[in-house]
């Protein structure tokens, strides 16, 4: 199990959970969010982290929604972390943001298009947090071992996380090679599935990126029953009013039923 | 669950297996592999099905081995049936095959290659046995909807199962999308995991195609979380001295072990 | 350059044409179509083979059209050759097929998806005609020794022709990898370039697959830069109207300019 | 033909060459590669862009090869161009390198992994300098319209050149799609291929990423048959002695023969 300060129940034998809304829009919803979050993984017993973005820097248009100010979002986070004491992650871009996350939340992210950008990478490293390194689209789950390497060269003492979020299957659509997690286990680093990504399907000539919400169960149980350590797993009380990615974000009043379903198989490979 | 004759614990609430010898290498091999796997099947409730090719058609090189003959093969798939009181399925290759192996097995199962081959589809649906079809590595799950209409267009009783063998990854490799056992799943049929071929690692310079047999186990528990109907194994007593296809076949006493934790996994989504 | 009875312009530094409707439709379109292409061929020095399928086996739906009759179709693609004495191409799907196709053509094809099956190479090699094998969408051009391989052991003197059509690119593409070409030439055999099955967009959900016919020039210049022996080009003279495969047939209309515009490519690179 | 100061030859009707080393190895290697290249590209009237990273900074690695220090390359780069009067390029990873790259050269260069990052796209075009984005490996030519967008939503006048360098084809291949250069021509910018990177065969165990040099001339004769604007290629006098990438750079003593057979080729299509 990842060690995280404010992480709970480390002693069950569940996997952890980082879930939240894709950006953080507002403090009512992000703390709404994290509430109902908090009174279900409780109650089953899931250690969980609250994921929430305070900025949105790749969006396909350059007139998407990127973000409610960075000031405030990260003020956000900290409080979702204080009010419910619990650990929190959020995804940076460029290095000149890791310090300044850093001081709001207790896991930096890295993003998938970003995983081989050395400075990042050892800007994130050099802050003591935890980082959360995605898996390109690009990339075999063996060749991440680089990317955690880089950031141990900084802190040989950092938690790393390594996520999946597939892989490019064409031009509209990505696939997920379940392989991929054992191979990135064996590095020894706690591996986690990102259910709302993998679903992607991107290009679209629209450039609104869509997706299949309806299959994040299978591939979430999937994950679970190869042994992947965590899920990532973004959710809204309302995905159709989301200001981003609501493609495939899960309703929140459905995340309980999907995980008692995986706790279930979890329990059953253990 | 599927309705084939001799086809026991059909009301198990368990998964069905098609397993066997890549090849019928020769009687006493088929018999004794038979046996294991009856007698395993039978302790968990597992509705098992023997499988075994009796002429190998599509080898990378010509001179692979491509068979006993096939009036001895076939017979000793008869007498595999026979013995133990169970079904039975090999691959047939041209129209011409189908009435021939329809004497000695109970399904007939269509090579991922020849998916779309109209002729060979209603031959084997005309000889009124069950028909599985393997989807194409270039196909979707969606696509096969036409494939197995046109079974059921000759035959519209026919029982037609479906298996993934996963889908062409680059020249060398082969990756298995998850989303496909559902979406073959709503068109009403049983589908199968084929967990070995999709392990395969084709277009090896040598002509010899490699595979990653450690990953059977990541395949068929993935499968079975997301809710397969079936799983497809290949198995050898000793898999490295075995005709064809060794790169990827299980070690048969590796078996029960692999199916007690599958078995696991099937009761936890139920 | 290809030795093949009655192909003309052998000493013309061009490359080959292989080019025709999809599917023999009737006796005076296939006239036609191939007096016209006659016509072009020898005012440009182009050495050309006739290309018609007299049966459609492998369409996606059990209902598409599938040809006008074997006995009839083969009378035509025969009365073409000798009409214009030129030489003629049409595929076979089943081993049976290869001596009676024989009869009537010069050059007997193997589908892509078929390009593995032993069976169907060696009936096609034991009738002394040359073999223009397609490379299957889910084969790297290295491994295609190995088909070609099967055809000269059963006749060290066929003339084998390998043909490029793209490869499978997620569901709903595919892509031509250009470095097939060198590749398969490595081989000692001429190489073609399918400009029409390479801009299929297959998997469509209709069933019917589309296409991007405003490409083919895209697909064949670059072919023709590299260095490619010869094209293969599927045209009708309204494509609007085919009974298969129009969404990429070329309008013959356009096609004296296609190859007026290539041949000039050609020359630059000789 | 694109307009960039000191860019020469721009009313010859050649495709524009943008060549140098992979990275700024030193003053003299630098002077020395551009030099030569000014010879044969006069001689051959190629409008010629010089180009050499500062810093590397996406090596698989850690511990490769970063460059020389951002300083002393960036006043090379100036250098080059001050003393033979032609444009330059050099790629950033981050917007804060914009400015002062933006000092050095002509045009600043988008990495394909970056090239959906808002910020730096936008830091970029606030330069002034004409911007190059590689094309993802990982997005169709289509969806990099929303690229060239965010440079000219801030910079209406911006030149924009977008450079194809293949798509992931698996784990450890890229194939070009040669259908993206008309596609990404159709927004009325410059489109050019990368004949280095895009034959990169990335994710080898050891790190290193590998390639296929000798298939430099393939990529580039299709690129220019099919009517790119522009090549793309790294060189260097000994590649086995680079710092990076020497798996796929043309040796210098190479450029000429290989430009005047594909000046051949563009006269061809003109």
Redesign the interface.
């Known amino acids: 199990m990842i060690q995280l300060s404010k992480l709970r129940h480390t002693d069950s034998p569940n996997f952890f959970l980082m879930a939240g809304p894709c950006a953080i829009e507002g403090r009512d919803m992000a703390l709404q969010i994290a509430e109902r979050i908090v009174t279900i993984t409780d109650k089953l017993r899931i250690p969980y982290i609250f994921k929430g973005s305070y900025r949105k820097?790749?969006?396909?248009?350059?007139?998407s929604f990127?973000g409610i100010g960075d000031e405030l979002a990260l003020s956000i986070l900290n409080e979702v972390g204080t009010t419910f004491n619990i650990p929190t992650v959020t995804d940076i871009?460029?290095?000149?943001e890791a310090a300044m996350a850093a001081e709001a939340v207790d896991v930096l992210q890295i993003p998938a298009?970003?995983c081989?950008?050395?400075?990042?990478l050892e800007a994130a490293a050099r802050t003591g947090k935890a980082v959360n390194i995605k898996k390109?689209?690009?990339?075999?789950g063996?060749?991440m071992?680089?990317a955690a390497?880089?950031v141990h060269?900084i802190n040989p003492e950092a938690t790393v996380i390594l996520t999946d979020r597939g892989?490019?299957?064409?031009?509209?659509?990505l696939?997920?090679?379940?392989?991929n997690?054992?191979a990135m286990q064996s590095f020894g680093v706690p591996v986690v599935m990102d259910c709302t990504h993998s679903l992607q399907q991107?290009?679209q000539?629209s450039?609104v990126t869509g997706g299949?919400p309806a299959?994040i169960a299978?591939?979430a149980?999937?994950?679970?029953?190869?042994g992947a350590d965590g899920l990532f797993i973004e959710t809204h009380p309302d995905p159709s009013c989301a200001k981003s990615d609501g493609a495939n974000m899960l309703p929140l009043d459905q995340l309980e039923g999907l995980l008692e379903?995986l706790v279930?198989?979890r329990?059953?490979?253990l």
């Not at 820097?57 to 007139?63: D, I, L």
């Not at 390109?136 to 075999?140: K, T």
């Not at 892989?167 to 659509?173: I, M, Q, R, T, V």
């Open positions: 820097a790749n969006r396909t248009k350059a007139n990127t871009h460029e290095s000149d298009f970003l081989r950008q050395t400075e990042l390109g689209q690009f990339l075999s063996e060749s071992h680089f390497e880089k060269a892989n490019s299957f064409g031009y509209g659509d696939v997920v090679d379940y392989r997690i054992p991107p290009n000539s450039g299949k299959l299978t591939i149980k999937a994950a679970i029953a190869v379903r279930r198989v329990e059953a490979i």
